[in-house]
């Protein structure tokens, strides 16, 4: 059974100068054809937006009346959504949208300090297959902060999916240097999809071992979207067999995020 599996960092819908971009998100994010797409920077309410493009015009809103994360899912996704950051005017935070139901979730503050807000995602999704446990991620701006709440999410996923059920761990980790992956994947036996590609034969198998003892070389350059040279957004899985990944280029993602999306194909193991 194969899975599509996409993570974006939205930028909140909004270019720099604070113009809707939801229905070239909307019309973008349909292109994945994706199962289970993990997005950050969602925003759940923004009551100054919201009056200036609220209204119809020619039949046409330029700003959903709802959370970004029910607009984004329509009619053939559900969605949860994990607020993280609220200010006078709304509030932002993190999302997974599913054609599978979700039968539930939590959100969990993870926040390391006042300046930033962030929380891990945690949903079990029932697939034909059996469930799987999904955790949106956008960890902070700074190494002490994301070394702290990486040990939460380390926690968090032994605590709710410490039998080996199927995992996937998608987002935003903000880990420039690639510090991280190497204790996530010996805690929690995970892989990174790009590590992944190329498994499947004797040979493949040898590439893999290598690729993971050099792991600080391979996630995807991501951010930012018009010239990628960082490697901030993953997609790490535990229970499965990556089939593709790749980033999604083009002058079309450039225009939508500051972050290039990627997308997977998975099977179950």
Known sequence: MKI?????????????RSQPRVHALKNAIAQFDAN???????????????????????????WPKGGQHEFFAGESHQSVYGLNAQYDHGHH???LLSSYPIAR?????VSDHAYEQRGILHSVVETPRGPIHCYV?????????????????IEAVNTSAGHGEPVIIAGDFNDWRNTLSAK??????????????????SLGDLVRT??????AQHPAKTFPAALPFFRLDRIYVRGFKVESAQVMHGAMWAKLSDHAPIVATLDFA
Do not use: C, M, P
């Open 4 to 16: 599509r599996v996409a993570t974006y960092n939205i930028h909140k819908g909004v270019s720099y």
């Open 36 to 62: 289970l797409i993990f997005l950050q920077e969602v925003q759940g309410q923004h009551d100054r937006i919201a009056a200036r493009y609220g209204e119809e015009h020619h039949g046409h809103r330029h």
């Open 93 to 95: 935070g993190n999302a």
């Open 105 to 109: 979730w939590t959100n969990t503050d």
């Open 137 to 153: 991620i956008h960890l902070g701006l700074f190494e002490r902060s994301r070394v702290r709440q990486l040990e939460a999410l």
């Open 184 to 201: 996530l994947r010996k805690a929690l036996g995970v892989a990174e999809v790009f590590d992944e590609i190329g498994a499947g034969s």
């Open 210 to 215: 290598l690729a993971r003892r050099q792991a």
